[in-house]
């Protein structure tokens, strides 16, 4: 169960990672109904992690299995618990019930979730000690070092596509989306320009 737990939570990390640089950038038009429930679901799913690493989960610390609620409490409180209760503030909740839904605003008020995706190594790291300890097969430490700088990599050329996006919005005679002529372009194509950009620039 846990380790169904975890690799859910990577998931959604890595979901996060892409989703709300993406909702900053590109919808101006702000975010639907169903968007907007995925990401509440999201967001509750998070919750129920923060409660249950105060109540529910044992871990392990300087080589020592802590199972008593006292102690791996205290442990998560002491580390990860202010960052984490950073990122279930609810801010793009509130604000798509008081009219944000309908600008890039929800996407901004999505930072609050972004806090998160710091935890990103730790999952996966503990997803590959999984797959070693339960698999058919083992993932080394460098082949966990090589699928590290890949999605690094990949986030890195996606953020900037979405900066790179950004700022063909700000207001001026000519951006380079209008010298690409691009604005009528939906989402899609203009994401996929601007990651072509940020992936062949970056080398």
């Not at 639907?32 to 610390?61: E, N, S």
């Not at 972004?114 to 797959?131: A, D, K, P, Q, W």
């Not at 999605?151 to 790179?164: D, G, S, T």
């Amino acid at each position: 169960m846990r380790y169904a737990w975890d690799f859910i939570l990577l998931l959604q990390t890595i979901a996060f990672i892409f989703i709300i640089p993406y909702q900053v950038s590109f919808l101006d038009s702000g975010v639907g109904l169903p968007h907007f429930v995925l990401d509440t679901c999201m967001d509750a799913l998070f919750f129920m992690d923060v409660y249950a690493r105060l109540r529910k989960f044992a871990i392990m610390k300087d080589g020592f299995l802590l199972v008593e609620r006292a102690e791996f409490r205290q442990v998560y409180l002491n580390t990860d618990f202010r960052g984490d209760l950073l990122s279930i503030i609810p801010a793009s909740t509130i604000g798509y019930f008081f009219g944000f839904q309908n600008t890039s605003k929800y996407g901004v008020l999505r930072a609050f979730q972004f806090v998160r995706v710091r935890h990103f190594g730790r999952y996966l790291s503990t997803f590959v000690e999984n797959i070693n300890s339960k698999g058919k097969f083992k993932i080394s430490t460098a082949q966990l070092r090589i699928i590290q700088i890949f999605f690094i990599v990949l986030f890195l050329c996606h953020w900037f596509a979405c900066v790179f996006h950004l700022i063909g919005h700000i207001p001026s005679e000519v951006t380079w989306l209008v010298a690409d002529e691009s604005m009528d372009i939906d989402n899609g194509g203009r994401y996929l320009r601007s990651f072509y950009w940020s992936l062949y620039t970056g080398e």
